[in-house]
């Protein structure tokens, strides 16, 4: 590592010799040259700063009289051990007077301490352990070849094999109406949509979503100076005719509702699109963890069922590899796709090319199938115990029916009930659960729980919902 | 890969299995399912749509006897061999009539086709050849293990590790003032710059950036609907003088002008901070490729001489990683750094978790700085033989002094040559370069020539200079 030391201005060999001197001095006081480091070679930095050596060896000396170097026989010159960097003596950045736009000016996310609790009922995550990590190590080196480097430069449009096999993946599977072209790879579904809403969003522009809904998306519209509108969402789904009339986008999850879990009534879905033609608006379809499905037929999307180009339909595989592992893709109608490929390129160029071309590969070889299949075994078993688990609480919670997904949500008998001190108590337990409350913004309360089981291990679960049961019941005999 | 059939609605026997026999049709005619692939098993298939097997026995009886299917004794089902699957008759989305927003109807990026010339002296490629592939791969294998990707979760502020090892990197060998909290880690330049404006920029909020300027950074600006000035630079960097007092965010490059090269003196840089001070604005300096070092001495980064928290720095690593791999980082003063992180998490969350940790070890165990030296020294010797053949063309070209980067660039001296002219008559020739006029906006064109030194071998570089004497003796001849 070269240090950096600059002489820039005109002087005498004099004031070079203090120059650099309170370059190492700073350096060492600041935490950035910690004890025990050694530092260039006299000979080195003399010549790498154009000067005498002389000059340095005069800095240098001045150090060791003054303790902050030690000079070892034969092995060069330190930093004294004695000079302990300490995280207080670091440099931060100044702190400066700039304020953000005043639609920055929010409370930071909390982040809830995960590790302390016993069992992890959290919603959106997968289990890691279920992933072929090996397999995966094995594409990515592939990937990490001079031939297949050398094809990236900037500017590409990345993995088009990836675009290839997403449309063959989507097709098949999710019977969605896309050739190779139309398939526009991203860093996940919140990349995706920020792509939609770059292109689509005004300030002002107002967009309807569920309300209970997905609140990441809903911040993330409105930090696009978006008015965000929240719409009922009942037993099949989101309310059409509670829309508003001046909505220019709908954002919706109609295989596995977020967080609901309910799936979009066929009637619903014919009725939104209907809406979208006589409204001039634009649906955005989230389809964000539909691949593990437990009933005999799939929801059919809102995008196959689009005769007129009104469905942008979004995706992740955060849910079927890992949420390390960014990979998402946008589905759009030809019209915005020109539009939409320049916001990718002017904010992220290509993407990140090895983990485009391993999960090429890993759905060619078919790794993708096989693995949702085996975790969907895995989840199916783990759902189960949920629901057995919630069946004990019948008489106070109703399972909302799903087909699809990661969780499970039961809503409270007693629409009275309040989930916040379900979810404090059930913590208290050691159980990590969300409240339905918490994902609510301008439709009244439905309480509830939402229970994920991508996080915690078949053994693991009576346990967990028999806390989760006292928790509840401590909570609604209050 | 499961087929996606869907028999919803009600409905007697014989219509679900016209509805099996179109599903499959429609996947075999418009290129889903391709000849020669198989098909489900009628009892498989029978089990996931909860229908008797006689039903998809029937289904698959009709598509036999029409010869869309073949069925194989003891091995199946298969699409017809001869159902080739064609390009034109796979399934495209719909074209829809939805627009995007005005901002986006530009004309689409055009790429050349890189390929087709004999020798690339394009700007802003490093060279892929460099790269230490091997260390990369066996780091980032590091990182594809169980016990690392279980610390990965969402709503993570991204490795940790890696922020300590950016801010060490830039104290030590940038003299840039950061603590690991102070580093936010973004996947290249692009996504900083574009974060920043997030933050920063307002609808018309004006933006002053360096006439010639890095365009693509300017297109970003716009499509946050900033006013986008070009300011002049002249032989000491951007004209301080010229700067609109309304601008709120001045964009600059200062090591090494992009694209001239040139580096902003130490007036100009200090006169441009006290500007800022004086104006109440914001600057982003893009220190992009100045890790490529030939003077003695470095420059000194604004970000380090700022007194006043004013000044963003950003910084990538894909000059000295490859494009191809996305990293890069903001340091900002501590006013912007919760608005930026919250913003990096409403679009991004953490990134690739992978390359940032693969990053980290990189950086940590010297292999950096160790790959950074031994390119420099390449680098160093194509630089001189580009000067050598730009010698030769003193008396119509002036090289713009530099002391960084990988590419340089000569003015002519006749301000009404035509460079793009040049450009042309170069590609006829097998090479490829830039004008400067290209680079232009706002600002009267000062024609040039931009010569990268990333993509082509020294012993290529004295036929690429020759040929490109030819076009441009011929250009000035004309």
Request: glycine share 8%.
């Amino acid at each position: 590592m070269d240090l950096h030391i600059t002489l820039e201005g005109p002087g005498d060999p004099d004031t070079r010799v203090a120059r650099i001197y309170h370059a190492l001095r700073e350096a060492m006081l600041d935490g950035r040259l910690a004890g025990g480091d050694r530092v260039p070679a006299t000979r080195k930095l003399a010549r790498q700063l154009g000067v005498a050596r002389g000059t340095v060896t005069a800095a240098y000396d001045r150090l060791t009289a003054e303790g902050f170097l030690e000079s070892r026989a034969g092995s060069g010159t330190y930093v004294a051990a004695s000079l302990q960097a300490k995280d207080g003596v670091r440099r931060r950045a100044r702190r400066g007077a700039v304020r953000p736009l005043p639609l920055w000016d929010t409370e930071p996310a909390t982040t809830s301490p995960r590790n302390l609790r016993l069992h992890d009922l959290s919603i959106g995550l997968p289990d890691p352990a279920l992933f072929p990590l090996e397999v995966w190590r094995r594409l990515v080196s592939g990937q990490l070849r001079r031939s297949r480097l050398e094809e990236a430069t900037y500017g590409g449009r990345g993995s088009f094999r990836l675009q290839a096999e997403i449309a063959r993946f989507l097709g098949l599977s999710r019977s969605v109406v896309a050739s190779p072209d139309d398939v526009l790879v991203t860093a996940g579904a919140q990349q995706a949509i920020d792509l939609v809403a770059r292109v689509l969003v005004a300030p002002r522009t107002l967009v309807a979503m569920e309300d209970p809904g997905y609140f990441a998306v809903r911040r993330l519209l409105e930090t696009h100076r978006a008015v965000v509108r929240g719409v009922p969402v009942d037993d099949e789904g989101l309310v059409v005719d509670a829309l508003p009339p001046e909505a220019r986008l709908v954002y919706v999850t109609p295989s596995h509702q977020f967080p609901t879990g309910v799936p979009m009534s066929m009637a619903r879905r014919t009725a939104l699109l209907r809406w979208a033609v006589e409204h001039d608006a634009v649906i955005v379809e989230d389809d964000y963890d539909s691949e593990y499905r437990y009933a005999q037929q799939p929801v059919e999307p809102l995008q196959s069922l689009d005769r007129d180009g009104r469905v942008v339909y979004v995706g992740t595989f955060s849910k079927s590899l890992l949420p390390a592992l960014r990979a998402g893709f946008v589905v759009p109608p030809r019209s915005l796709l020109p539009a939409l490929r320049e916001a990718k390129r002017v904010t992220a160029w290509e993407g990140d090319l090895t983990t485009q071309g391993a999960l090429a590969a890993f759905l060619a070889e078919g790794h993708h199938a096989a693995h949702v299949r085996r975790a969907t075994r895995v989840y199916r078993e783990r759902r189960g115990l949920v629901l057995d688990g919630l069946a004990g609480l019948g008489d106070l919670l109703g399972v909302v029916p799903s087909v699809a997904g990661l969780h499970l949500c039961a809503t409270f008998r007693d629409p009275s009930t309040d989930d916040a001190a379900v979810v404090t108590r059930a913590a208290a337990r050691g159980v990590r659960v969300e409240g339905l409350s918490h994902h609510h913004r301008d439709q009244p309360v439905r309480p509830g729980l939402a229970i994920g089981f991508g996080g915690i291990d078949a053994e693991a679960i009576p346990d967990a919902m028999s806390r989760l049961e006292q928790a509840v019941r401590l909570t609604t005999q209050a």
